[in-house]
Antibody, heavy 120, light 109 residues
Framework: QVQLVQSGAEVKKPGASVKVSCKAS????????MHWVRQAPGQRLEWMGW????????KYSRKFQGRVTITRDKSATTAHMELNSLRSEDTAVYYC?????????????WGQGTLVTVSS | SYELTQPSSVSVSPGQTARITCSGD??????TYWYQQKSGQAPVLVIY???KRPSGIPERFSGSSSGTMATLTISGAQVEDEAHYYC????????????FGGGTRLTVL
């Protein structure tokens, strides 16, 4: 069965960077895109971007463009999301989610989430 | 930037029909997807491509779309359907970037 296992919780200071990993198993990694979605405490879901795991192409939300980088390691069937210049408003649970079918389709299978806390 | 607008809350009694709307200018040209998120859990896709149900989703969940508005309907809502519901779509004029609606809290009691 599809499994997405994310890296553990992080605590960062303002201005720092964070990199969250998402290890995929149970399916052919390069057939599906990988989305990243975040959710601040008590707030709505927020789409950050996705990567075509086959060719490495990415699309980012304009809100995060220039501050977020999504990559993948095909051999390790792992996707990564790095967010720079962290501020307190970036405190949130960050999810990776495999696409429903091919690239461009919406999030479907979700990781367990990674809590990132930004605090001085 | 592109936005999807949902009501903040909807409340129904058990057995009644709940309707949750999502409006967006690009919806006539793009599909709408609906997610259910219960407290402390990851979202679950309940409707895809406007009106299709993934396997395992109860038949009481249905979707429709007309013009700039999509609707999630829960016919005969049950207490276990109490959750936040989010619509998702893409901005056809912005290189198909994804966007979630603001979310609707459904209360069934």
């Amino acid at each position: 069965q599809v499994q997405l296992v994310q890296s553990g919780a992080e605590v960062k200071k303002p201005g720092a960077s964070v990199k969250v990993s998402c290890k995929a198993s149970g399916y052919t990694f390069t057939t599906y895109a990988m989305h990243w979605v975040r959710q601040a405490p008590g707030q709505r879901l927020e789409w950050m971007g996705w990567i075509d795991t086959g060719n490495g192409n990415t699309k980012y939300s304009r809100k995060f463009q220039g501050r977020v980088t999504i990559t993948r390691d095909k051999s390790a069937t792992t996707a990564h999301m790095e967010l720079n210049s962290l501020r307190s408003e970036d405190t949130a649970v960050y999810y990776c989610a495999r696409s429903f079918y091919g690239s461009g389709s919406p999030p479907y299978s979700w990781g367990q989430g990674t809590l990132v806390t930004v605090s001085s | 930037s592109y936005e999807l607008t949902q009501p903040s809350s909807v409340s129904v009694s058990p057995g009644q029909t709940a309707r949750i709307t999502c409006s967006g200018d690009a919806l006539p040209r793009t599909y709408t997807y609906w997610y259910q998120q219960k407290s402390g859990q990851a979202p679950v896709l309940v409707i895809y491509e406007d009106n299709k149900r993934p396997s395992g989703i109860p038949e009481r969940f249905s979707g429709s779309s007309s013009g700039t508005m999509a609707t999630l309907t829960i016919s005969g809502a049950q207490v276990e359907d109490e959750a936040h519901y989010y619509c998702y779509s893409t901005d056809s004029s912005d290189n198909h970037r994804g966007v979630f609606g603001g979310g609707t809290r459904l209360t069934v009691l």
